[in-house]
């Protein structure tokens, strides 16, 4: 939403909004704590910018109805993102531009990652709506919704990482 936001009152593509935005929130979660900084945070700040402005280009993404398909679709996709930014922020191999944000400043605080979700994302709402960004009410249901799946679904997956042994197979043992 903030993308759009200065999209749509500076230019630029939403795509290469999102990629600055991506970069401001990396640098602030380099100095609040780097332990969420990998490799996979610089492909998600790109690739998800590139692959906005693809879709757009494209125009593939059908136009919202209002029908109640669109309003179940907008559900499902609010539900599967809370669990799969939950599952690939616990793999460890690093975290979203803001999921690393937020997880920095969960940490920091020792704070509850789903109220802090909440906090940071109803924050960058209010920015978009000072800025005139399109807010409909999905913009606070997702905000709502998918917040504690984030949450459970990262605590839970991220103790099943933290179990495993990820030890190397025995080369001595396996050529036999």
Do not use: H
Request: hydrophobic share 50%; net charge positive; proline share 3%.
């Amino acid at each position: 939403m903030l993308s759009v936001a200065f999209y749509e009152k500076l230019g630029l593509s939403i795509g290469s909004w999102n990629i600055i935005i991506s970069a401001i929130l990396i640098t602030i979660t380099f100095v609040i704590g780097r332990e969420y900084i990998k490799l996979g945070t610089f492909m998600n700040a790109i690739l998800v910018g590139v692959f906005v402005d693809l879709y757009r280009w494209l125009d593939i993404l059908p136009n919202a109805t209002q029908s109640w398909t669109d309003i179940l679709f907008i559900i499902l996709g609010i539900v599967i993102m809370g669990f799969g930014g939950g599952m690939y922020n616990a793999a460890g191999l690093g975290a979203g531009p803001r999921d690393g944000f937020m997880l920095s400043i969960a940490d920091k605080l020792a704070a509850p990652i789903g109220r802090v979700r909440i906090i940071t994302e109803c924050s960058v709402l209010v920015i978009g709506l000072l800025i005139g960004g399109p807010v409909f009410i999905f913009t606070f249901i997702f905000t709502f919704i998918q917040s504690p799946i984030f949450q459970f679904t990262y605590l839970r997956l991220g103790r099943v990482v933290l179990q495993r042994d990820y030890k190397q197979p025995d080369r001595a043992t396996d050529a036999n």
